[in-house]
């Protein structure tokens, strides 16, 4: 055997040997890493008390998945003022009751939510060369009589159950201690079921525009529940606002509105941080038309600070993730500087 040849041999081992590492890396060792991450944005008044946000998203859920359900339960420590879920919570009908489970003690805080496609429809395995389309929907995934084969009803339900306020297509607020939480929502525009909400009539001056009055924002309390409005802990004073965009999918369409309507901050999940990312690159895709670059992590959109949520999980059918753990975000908001 010439030395040409067996080094070619060598090289493809090696090459074979790297890919079935990466493989069991990526199927069995990061799918279950899971992190939180964490950010400080400066938006709030100044003198308020920092609010800490819970972002959670894509869990794709399947009941025999202990590990993502001890870090769902683990969460709780976190002690969040606030919950966003941007939707894929789960992968089958018997996941939400085991969801629920898990989440109940962040459902007990106030919180928002919306749904993703996967909320609505099980999953099927995937070519995942089809990510990397322009469009990587197969024909008929938008379509409008399409019906949810998941038990939507009921995972709404759950999430709700104590208070939490679903965004699908609408507004909604909810009150902290001394801080008022205008939000808006979408239904997912990866299905094009995004239908922005009318803008309510209302004259509150946002934190983050500086012109929210004196009430302190009691950060260490918060309502038992995410509907009331009435609930703000101030007296002679208008309390400070914060108004936030919610979506699961970040399509620019959508992005755009929220910036238009007039958001402090938005949240967005879907890209799973484009799932596969490749060291000193990062991600391949977003499965929307959001940048590669933002496809994790806080960024801005048109100087609106956007949290993407890498997500907690993957799709059954490519359950696998590969430089980018699985997370959920704390997002911590503080006053500004002076
Ligand atoms: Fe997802």
Request: include cysteine.
């Amino acid at each position: 055997m010439t030395r040409a040849r067996t080094a070619a041999i060598a090289v493809a081992g090696g090459g074979v040997l790297a890919a079935a590492a990466a493989h069991v890396w990526s199927r069995h060792i990061e799918i279950d890493r899971f992190t939180v991450r964490e950010h400080e944005l400066r938006i709030l008044r100044p003198g308020a008390r920092p609010v800490r946000i819970l972002h959670i998203s894509d869990a794709h859920l399947v009941p025999d998945q202990q590990r993502k359900l001890s870090f769902l339960r683990h969460l709780e420590t976190l002690k969040p003022h606030l919950v966003i879920d941007t939707g894929d919570n789960i992968a089958s009908a018997a996941s939400i009751p085991v969801l629920a489970d898990a989440i109940d003690p962040l459902l007990r805080r106030p919180g928002a939510f919306v749904m993703g496609s996967n909320d609505m429809y099980a999953p099927h395995p995937k070519n995942p060369l089809r990510y990397f389309l322009s469009d990587p929907r197969p024909q008929g995934f938008t379509g409008p009589d399409r019906e949810p084969d998941l038990p939507v009803g009921a995972l709404r339900s759950a999430l709700s159950a104590h208070g939490w306020v679903d965004l699908t297509n609408t507004r909604g607020s909810l009150a902290l201690t001394g801080l008022q939480v205008d939000l808006v929502g979408v239904d997912d525009p990866h299905l094009e079921r995004d239908e922005f909400p009318a803008r309510a009539a209302s004259t509150r001056e946002g934190v983050a525009s500086g012109g929210a009055a004196s009430g302190e924002v009691a950060a260490d309390e918060v309502s038992p529940s995410g509907t009331a409005t009435d609930e703000v802990a101030t007296e002679g004073a208008a309390p400070g606002s914060l108004r936030i965009g919610v979506a699961h999918a970040p399509y620019q369409r959508v992005l755009d509105a929220f910036v238009e309507d007039g958001v402090d901050l938005i949240f967005a999940g879907h890209t799973h941080g484009g799932q596969l990312r490749v060291p000193g690159f990062g991600a391949l895709v977003t499965n929307c038309d959001l940048p590669r670059r933002q496809a994790r992590g806080l960024s801005t959109w048109r100087g609106v600070p956007l949290n993407v949520s890498g997500g907690l999980g993957a799709s059954p059918y490519s359950n696998f993730r590969f430089a980018n753990p699985p997370e959920a975000t704390l997002l911590t908001l503080r006053s500004r500087l002076p």
